[in-house]
């Protein structure tokens, strides 16, 4: 097996308009209530039946649960940088609300890429993604920032 392919992608292996296709992920009612008790604890993430009197009309997973979603699609089947998914901003928005029984998948493109000037071992990666469920409503929108490292920089720590 390449390396490429054993380790994902570099700096170097990228251009703008590349895309990429998670799997699926089915949202279930009891995720939802459980990541809302945890860390989102209203109404319209805890309780379906007082969910209905809210302004989601009904029980809606929290954004911060999508994002967790999005991110755990992009990493184990979406973007496959070779040293990870590496954080340096991002934008974040959700048009609609995840409910259960919604089928999400991600999808991602590249925007941009700007190689550091004083850094020449790594450079920013922007990537838009969209979490959509499989009739194709944009549950959440993203487009980050990301650090994606040069294929020779692995030879020189960092």
Do not use: K
């Not at 998670?22 to 939802?32: G, M, Q």
């Not at 999400?104 to 990666?125: K, M």
């Amino acid at each position: 097996m390449a390396d490429t392919e054993a380790r994902g992608l570099y700096l170097d292996d990228l251009h703008v308009g590349d895309s990429y296709r998670t799997a699926d992920y089915v949202v279930s009612e009891p995720a939802i209530l459980a990541f809302g008790a945890q860390f989102d604890p209203q109404v319209f993430h805890l309780d379906a039946e007082a969910a209905t009197g809210t302004f989601f009309g009904g029980l809606a997973a929290s954004g911060w649960h999508t994002a967790a979603i999005t991110m755990n699609l992009l990493v184990t089947s979406g973007l496959p940088f070779a040293d990870g998914l590496i954080g340096a901003g991002a934008e974040l928005s959700w048009p609609t609300a995840t409910r259960p029984g919604d089928v999400l998948h991600a999808e991602a493109a590249i925007t941009q890429i700007t190689p550091s000037r004083s850094r020449p071992d790594r450079g920013i990666v922007t990537v838009e993604s969209r979490t959509l469920t499989a009739d194709g409503e944009e549950r959440q929108r993203l487009v980050a920032c990301m650090v994606v490292f040069r294929r020779d920089a692995t030879l020189t720590p960092r």
